[in-house]
């Protein structure tokens, strides 16, 4: 019996994680692939955007901007929910954008879009592929952190082999989905501990994982971590958190030359996002609608699961957005223990604070 979670596979790192070299360099060249692409934002000039609180008084400013987010993946997700009600509240009318969500996909993924000039802005799985990206030259800048101490990557054993901790691991054959972000995450978190184990490499299917055939196999909380069990099959979480593998959430990013050239489209995207997952967060079954609008397919149930953990990240930050200095040089550490980014990585030029502090500022 093979089962797919195939909401997972459009997280693959393929395409811009394994062959990140390749992509960088084409995007050098200036070869693009995309063979339809959004135009340029149109930007005209604006007083400077206010700060907004509400999803529901404020009338428009006249568009200063039409602009694309690529999204990671092309399925319908809560942690995307934010997004949707910017869109269907008009937040992002509100702050004087026209705002086109696109879905990602390996060929079209976020860091390749962004790069190459097709979207303005976009959202990575977490810092780890923005900090790869850019050690490969993509000039691509984060400016807001969505999960504080996310820590979404786990390890599933089943329930009945009593396995629950990683030094029972030791000798054991796991299911890994080679190239993929959480491939770096359970590496990192294995040599750590100095535990050794047998690689597989099945990707996203579980069918061998649910038959025994193998010990273990990495997961997404949000994703085979809630499917499994909703299909009856009995699992242990083995968290690298619990050994001190801490990885962060959701990135927003957009490019260096949209920070140089339209610094005020940059400041009113980010405070249109920041204020959309304020109302999410207060709003929680406005942020279910929004998905089930866009999928009616999509399960309340697993809404509303899916948001405990995400939710839970976002209120782990002292402001919903900020990142801080110390998280991003525990990951730069942590991606060097496995060699995913050179020792004199910057991390400083990776992100910037200055919407996000500006979003805030007087408040």
Known sequence: MKIYLTKSKWLSRK?????????????????????????????????PVP???????????????????????PVV???????????????????????KLEPGTPELNPVKMLAQGTDQFAVLGGPEILFTARSKGAQIVGTAILHKDANFVTVLTLKKSQITKLSELEGKKVGFSLGHISTDVLRMTFKKENVNVQESDVGFDYGQFIAGKLDAQWAFKTTAGLALPAKGVEVNFINPSDYGIV??????????????ENPKVVQAFNDAVLEAIAYSLANPQEAIAAAIKRDPNFKKEVGEKQLEVYNAAIKKNSRIGDISEADM???????????????????????????????????
């Open 15 to 47: 395409g811009f994680g394994a062959n990140i070299v390749a992509l960088i360099a084409a995007i050098s060249l200036l070869l693009g692939v995309v063979g339809c692409e959004n135009p340029k934002p149109t930007v005209t000039p604006s007083s």
């Open 51 to 73: 700060v907004v609180s509400s999803a529901s008084t404020t009338a428009p400013l006249p568009v200063i901007a039409n602009v694309s987010m690529r999204l990671p993946i």
């Open 77 to 99: 997700d809560t942690a995307f929910s934010p997004y949707y009600i910017a869109v269907d509240k008009g937040i992002f009318a509100k702050y004087g954008l026209n705002v």
């Open 247 to 260: 990885t962060q959430g959701h990135v927003l990013v957009t490019s260096e030359k949209m920070i140089k």
């Open 329 to 363: 040089i525990k990951t730069k550490d942590q991606m060097l223990s496995v060699g995913l980014i050179p020792a004199d990585f910057d991390v400083q030029s990776a992100y910037t604070t200055q919407f996000v502090e500006q979003h805030y500022k007087g408040k």
